[in-house]
């Protein structure tokens, strides 16, 4: 789809480190909700986060 768009296209994946943007540190509560911390390019991981807390 980036092909087809003049915006800026970012890359995320769920696994290994071959996207711009992933999570590492991914843990499931007994709720099965997912707490992680965000890798992004600007180096210093962002603050663990859950969905709820994604800003």
């Known amino acids: ?7 800026r296209v970012v890359t995320f994946c ?4 071959k996207a711009e943007y992933f999570a590492t540190d991914v843990e499931l509560d007994e709720l099965a909700r997912a707490t992680f911390t965000m890798r992004s ?3 210093e991981p962002l603050q663990r ?3 709820a807390c994604a800003r």
């Open 1 to 7: 789809m980036a092909s087809r768009t003049t915006a």
């Open 14 to 17: 769920a696994e290994g480190r």
């Open 41 to 43: 390019p600007a180096g």
């Open 49 to 51: 986060c859950a969905p």
